[in-house]
């Protein structure tokens, strides 16, 4: 595939190509097409030979080329493979358009200080487990670790001291980064409010700015309650101490705390070990 896309980048021979597409032709004739020079138009022919694209054959004192369409089938089935990859229904490329979406419009209504307070998403999920399983999952850091990042991210630095005044620390990288070449992809502190064992918990958590400050202060409320096949979870996440810079944080809070809670259940669901 590479020898093929080497020979179709030069523009010279990409027309050869188009006009092998019409019929085969002798190099005389195609350099003349072509404006190009006989010994010249020969290299590139061989280059497009060599690449399985095109075969020759000597006709007298003559030299034809045919174009051979199998390598520009499987090349064009290779980049709709790849398109349809990237355009799958709700894979990452739609989040992408959708997490856009949302960052022009908060951009747009981050005029002031305090634009975005009061601002209230509310999350649900029916988990496999018990109360008192779903409970370790929210709160001790081995098991946070796991699943309290958004896609294509992984937790680099993680604090939850499950106690009321409890310090909270969570910082995350790209998680093909195994190196840590790339800047922090996010860091949040806070501290736990409310911790009632499989019933309630409650913190507040700020993101910071690229210069330390906090965007927001994040008021999350998890409320846990047992159910016939295992436990209902609701959450409330509310806003308050917004600052102008925030937009970008507030616009991806939809897409990536619910991503989290996806990975949270397919947890329970998938690992009955944990």
Known sequence: MDALLTALADPARWRLVALLAERPRPVGVLAQLAGARQPQTTKHLQ????????????????RVYALRSAPLRELAAGLTRLADTAERPEGPRATY?????????????AGEPGWADERAFAFHRSLAGSPERVWRQLTEPPLLARWWTPDDLRVSELVFEARPGGRIVLEYREAEDAEGADPVAGRAEGAVVDVRPGEHLGYRLSPLLPGGGPAFTAHVDFALRPSG??????????????????????????IGFGQCLDHLAAILTTDPHD
């Open 47 to 62: 280059t497009l030979e060599r690449a399985g694209l095109v075969t020759s054959q000597r006709s007298g004192q003559r």
């Open 97 to 109: 358009e959708r997490y856009g979406a949302g960052l022009r419009e908060e951009r747009a209504a």
């Open 229 to 254: 096949t295992g436990t209902e979870l609701d959450v409330r996440y509310r806003i308050t101490d917004s600052t102008v810079a925030s937009a970008d944080f507030v616009a991806g809070i939809e």
